[in-house]
T-cell receptor
Framework: DAGVIQSPRHEVTEMGQEVTLRCKPI?????LFWYRQTMMRGLELLIY????????DSGMPEDRFSAKMPNASFSTLKIQPSEPRDSAVYFC???????????FGQGTRLTVV | GDSVTQMEGPVTLSEEAFLTINCTYT??????LFWYVQYPGEGLQLLLK?????DKGSNKGFEATYRKETTSFHLEKGSVQVSDSAVYFC?????????FGAGTRLFVKA
C-alpha cells in the first residue's frame, strides 16, 4: 500500500477563498483523522471518522471548517471562507482499529494570504 | 480527560550522547502508549509502542518502558546520531482517538 495520500502538498490561497484538502486513507483502515499542526498550538485533532461516519468533531475550530468522508477511500476537509490564521500544516491519518497506531500522510501546508 | 505531557525542547546534544525525553500521561483505563517521530517536511511516523504495563517498546536503538506506577513512558537512546534530529511526540490511545503531547525537538550536533 502507498500509505496515506494527501493532496495538495502545498496550497497558497487568498483570504476569503474556499480551500479543499483531500485524503486517501490506507485501504482497510476503519478510522480516519484530520489534524492541524502549528508552532503555537502543536498538533490538534480536528475530527475523526469511523467507517465513514464522523464520530467527534469537537476539535473543529469554527463553522468555516467542514469535513466529509463519502466513502472508505476518500475524505475532504474544507475551509470556507479561509482566513490567514488558518495557515498551518494539515495532516490526515488512518488506523486499522481503535488503539492501533496511526499512519500519517505527508501533510498539506496551507498558507492563506 | 486524557492528556500527555512531555518535556519542552529544544534538546541539543552532541553525537553519541545519551538521550532521555520525559513523558507522563493521565488516562482512565489502560491506554496504549506510543512515540512518534517527525522529520522535517514529513508526517509523523511510529517509532515504538507499548500496550500494557511493564512492556518495553524498542526500535532503531530507542527504548521506552510503560510504567503504570509513575504514569510515564520516557524515551531513551544510548548514543544519538545526527540523523536522529527530529521532533518526537509522545502519545496515548485510550479509546478511539490518539492524544499527542506537544512534541520535543531534538538537535544532534556532529
Amino acid at each position: 500500500d502507498a500509505g496515506v495520500i494527501q493532496s495538495p502538498r502545498h496550497e497558497v490561497t487568498e483570504m476569503g477563498q474556499e480551500v479543499t484538502l483531500r485524503c486517501k486513507p490506507i485501504s482497510g483502515h476503519d478510522y480516519l483523522f484530520w489534524y492541524r499542526q502549528t508552532m503555537m498550538r502543536g498538533l490538534e485533532l480536528l475530527i475523526y471518522f469511523n467507517n465513514n461516519v464522523p464520530i467527534d468533531d469537537s476539535g473543529m475550530p469554527e463553522d468555516r471548517f467542514s469535513a466529509k468522508m463519502p466513502n472508505a477511500s476518500f475524505s475532504t476537509l474544507k475551509i470556507q471562507p479561509s482566513e490567514p490564521r488558518d495557515s498551518a500544516v494539515y495532516f490526515c491519518a488512518s488506523s486499522l482499529d481503535q488503539g492501533a497506531e496511526a499512519f500519517f500522510g505527508q501533510g498539506t501546508r496551507l498558507t492563506v494570504v | 480527560g486524557d492528556s500527555v505531557t512531555q518535556m519542552e525542547g529544544p534538546v541539543t546534544l552532541s553525537e553519541e550522547a545519551f538521550l532521555t525525553i520525559n513523558c507522563t500521561y493521565t488516562a482512565t483505563g489502560y491506554p496504549s502508549l506510543f512515540w512518534y517521530v517527525q522529520y522535517p517536511g514529513e508526517g509523523l511516523q511510529l517509532l515504538l509502542k507499548a500496550t500494557k504495563a511493564d512492556d518495553k517498546g524498542s526500535n532503531k536503538g530507542f527504548e521506552a518502558t510503560y510504567r503504570k506506577e509513575t504514569t510515564s513512558f520516557h524515551l531513551e537512546k544510548g548514543s544519538v546520531q545526527v540523523s536522529d534530529s527530529a521532533v518526537y511526540f509522545c502519545a496515548l490511545t485510550g479509546g478511539f482517538k490518539t492524544i499527542f503531547g506537544a512534541g520535543t525537538r531534538l538537535f544532534v550536533k556532529a
